[in-house]
């Protein structure tokens, strides 16, 4: 059931429209609470007064005449919306969202949310089959937006193909998907590292590295929207925490180290997100180190090895390392996985582009030391993140670990 769900569905102009009605009225009977936004065109083919009718809501029609409102209800149900489903979603508005065009009221909901997005697209199948259709949607799914796929048969304009919205039963049965699916880590309970760790070298200066925090943190996100109980120990970022997410922040690898310490003991599962410095100054100066020399000798001191610390004593638990490698990828990660005893390792070519520290996307191959070698292609953090906690539930079914 989908009792206490809200889902906005959004309708653009085709002739499929009327399957979005059925649809509507199918997730309405399950308990959800739908709103529905339309666009002008979709306006020609069936009137909002037929959604507003079965979603038993007030439609919201695009209306450029009236922006204030406009404004602040786009913004209003990006954050209501656990769901925004886009029926039928013509080549129009899917190429407006892959290209950043927020233009009237449902580009610009859509752009705003924070919540998953998936498309059920209808159109004639040439369009269908466009190059330039067809990488905007591959931008999209690169992002983390979800497409149902189109249906084959006689389309509308008469040619045959695919290009149909499926049946509203098979749209539904997505919708339901994706909600059983958000809840499969129920009860469990992670604590998860992200950023990086500072180590002081003077009461103003400090040793740190690129990362962003933006890996830990949105599997943080993916594993709390699907029910875990996260703990994210996090080293300074500039990110929001994700809701949901309890966060305990620390600056040195010393401190992560304790804190995830105070946690182990009840989680089901660790992710090792973080990048902790490896090494700290031997001696932190009280006072502000002068620059009178032309040359600065310093000497570290090693800092102790989280993951490693926790893989000794891991028991029934699952832990997930990373690695942040700039050559010889798999050997190196193959290593870690053995010695720091990880249930597998993401193995991130930091030397590649779009790759590790800082951007919105990574390319990773992920390792479990018995052979299975998967190469990902190049994807969204957010997306990796459903990847990666795909492979943590399936770990957690196969080992039963049940509470
Ligand atoms: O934060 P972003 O900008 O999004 O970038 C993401 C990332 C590149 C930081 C992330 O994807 C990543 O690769 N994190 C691990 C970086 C790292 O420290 O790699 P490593 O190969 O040095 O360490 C291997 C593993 O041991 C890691 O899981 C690391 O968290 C852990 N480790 C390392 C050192 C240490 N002292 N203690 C540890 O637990």
């Known amino acids: 059931m989908l009792t206490g769900k809200n889902i906005v569905v959004g309708v653009t102009g085709g002739i499929a429209v009327y399957k979005a009605v059925d649809v509507i009225s199918k997730l309405k009977k399950m308990g959800a609470n739908i709103d529905v936004i339309m666009t002008k065109s979709a306006k020609e083919f069936v009137t909002p007064l037929t959604f507003s009718s079965i979603s038993q809501n007030r439609v919201i029609v695009d209306m450029f005449e009236q922006p204030v409102e406009w404004d602040i209800e786009h913004i209003s149900l990006a954050k209501k919306a656990d769901l925004f489903l886009i029926v039928p979603a013509t080549a129009n508005i899917i190429g407006k969202v892959a290209n950043g065009i927020a233009d009237d009221m449902l580009t610009t909901t859509i752009m705003a949310t924070t919540s998953k997005v998936i498309f059920g697209p209808a159109m004639n199948t040439n369009m269908y ?63 998860i590292t992200a950023g990086p760790t500072i180590e002081p070298l003077d009461p103003v200066r400090y040793l740190t590295n690129y990362s962003s925090g933006k890996m830990g943190y949105a599997i943080a996100k993916e594993a709390s929207r699907r029910g875990a109980k996260v703990t994210l120990v996090t080293g300074p970022t500039n990110l929001d925490i994700p809701q949901g997410v309890e966060a305990i922040r620390v600056n040195t690898t010393r401190e992560m180290l304790e804190a995830i310490k105070l946690r182990f003991k009840e989680c089901d599962v660790l992710v090792k997100a973080a990048a902790p410095l490896d090494y700290r100054p031997d001696i932190v100066s009280d006072h502000k180190i002068k620059k009178d020399e032309n040359t600065l000798k310093m000497s570290f001191v090693k800092n102790p090895d989280i993951a490693y610390e926790f893989g000794k004593i891991k028991g029934n638990k699952i832990i997930i390392g990373f690695a942040a490698e700039t050559k010889d990828v798999i050997e190196n990660a193959t290593r870690k996985i053995k010695k720091k005893n ?9 030397a590649e582009q779009d790759a590790g520290f800082r951007g919105d996307t990574n390319v990773v191959t992920i390792l479990d030391g018995k052979d299975n070698i998967e190469e990902h292609p190049k994807m969204s953090k957010d997306q990796l993140s459903g990847v990666i906690v795909d492979k943590i539930t399936t770990l957690i079914q196969r080992r039963g670990i049940d509470k």
């Open 129 to 191: 089959n466009n190059t330039i259709f067809n990488e905007n949607v591959n931008k999209l799914r690169e992002n983390g937006y979800e497409f149902i796929d189109a249906d084959s048969g006689r389309l509308a304009c008469g040619d045959y193909g695919a290009g149909k919205l499926p049946q509203p039963e098979i749209i539904v049965d997505y919708v339901k998907d994706f909600f059983e699916r958000a809840q499969d880590l129920k009860d469990k309970t992670f604590i």
């Open 342 to 350: 990880f249930d597998f390792i993401v193995a991130n070519n930091v």
